[in-house]
């Protein structure tokens, strides 16, 4: 799974799910156990239990960073080709 970022313990990953169950563009973060699936467009939970400061830190990373998820969302999900991904910046 690219990862594509890591800020305050909270790792963000995307990869490419061509026929995959989630059919928005969404990422996957982690915290400690905590495992979860955000909606890039809304920056909403859609699966998952996260802590809610942490939840809190990704919807903000996620509106700061909409345009770069999408370009990776793109890029990853081709239906022919090589995807490729790139890191995205934490919050500071």
């Keep these: ?3 594509l970022c890591r ?3 909270i790792v963000i990953y ?6 995959g ?3 928005y563009p969404h990422i996957h973060a982690s915290y400690g156990d905590n495992k979860a699936v955000f909606n890039i467009e809304t920056a909403e939970l859609m699966e998952g239990k996260f802590p ?3 939840r809190k830190l990704v919807e903000a990373w996620i509106e700061l960073r909409k345009d770069k998820l999408r370009l990776n969302w793109s890029s990853l999900n081709v239906p022919s080709g090589n995807p490729t991904f ?3 910046e934490p919050l500071q």
């Design 86 to 88: 790139f890191k995205i």
């Design 21 to 23: 169950r989630h059919h």
């Design 1 to 3: 799974m690219p990862e």
């Design 7 to 9: 800020f305050l313990g």
């Design 52 to 54: 809610r400061k942490e």
């Design 14 to 19: 995307m990869y490419r799910e061509i026929g």
